[in-house]
């Protein structure tokens, strides 16, 4: 009998091998709901949703809705890389990535080469009836805790050569999620999720489809800089899909949402 339950157990491990939850804390800080901590649930959302959403997003990415964004601009030898995103179609966009990757070898730092999708598509206004109520309680799992507002939340695409230089978040939210959307079997290496440790990456949250990552941000909580790495797509393949967002938790300093910085970052007019 013993030796029946531990090959039903065996069996069962292995079905359920690709489910996995784990928590990362840095070695300088690991208060749980103050930040320093990365949480990942796998999978995150019921498979029939995710499915769904990456669905929605790959028609996106084959019919042209997401629109290049880069911060950094080139003059002859002269990069200009701050917090201004320009985002133009895909079509036009290969004078700008070239530029982004001769100032990443240049000077490195906060660069990004990238793609949103354009929050004027369908597939976002289809998105945004859903993405709140989908996170949401799956968000709460994976931190332990309540969040409160949705603050911004966008779909990004990684193409082959793309990457996000290393930054923290300041101004978004409380906590900042990644929900990873490209079918495992599609051929991509690269695009991981990494976590800086002082001057060495320090953990590393592959883009396992239906993956969900999170970790605290902004005021009053351990910065944890990140960084995508570079996504190394065979020609054909789907580039690395995924939905990012971030929330506000009850109670947590309003200082960690700066409506500037959530303007610039939608693309709208500030005064
Ligand atoms: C992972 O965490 C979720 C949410 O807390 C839980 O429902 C699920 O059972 C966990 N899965 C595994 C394999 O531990
Ligand atoms: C959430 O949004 C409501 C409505 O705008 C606001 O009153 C409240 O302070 C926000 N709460 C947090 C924790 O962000």
Redesign the pocket.
Known sequence: MAGGRAVAALVLCAR?AT???ATWCSARNHRRLAGGCVHS?RPALPHAAAARLGSLLQRAWQQNSFLYATNCRRSGNACECGNKKMRMSTKDSAPAQAAAVYCRDKRGGFIYSKHELDRASTAHALLEKTVDALIRP?LE??IGGPVANLTDWFASAFQSGGWLGIHTDVGLGHVAFVLNLTPDDNAFRGGDLEFAEGHVMGHAVSPKFNSLAAFRVGSGAHPLPHRVTAVDAPRESLPRLAITGWYTIPGADPRAVSPAILNAEKGRRTR
Do not use: P
Request: proline share 0%; aromatic share 0%; charged share 25%.
């Open positions: 359920t489910a996995t939850n649930i799956r799992d994976a």
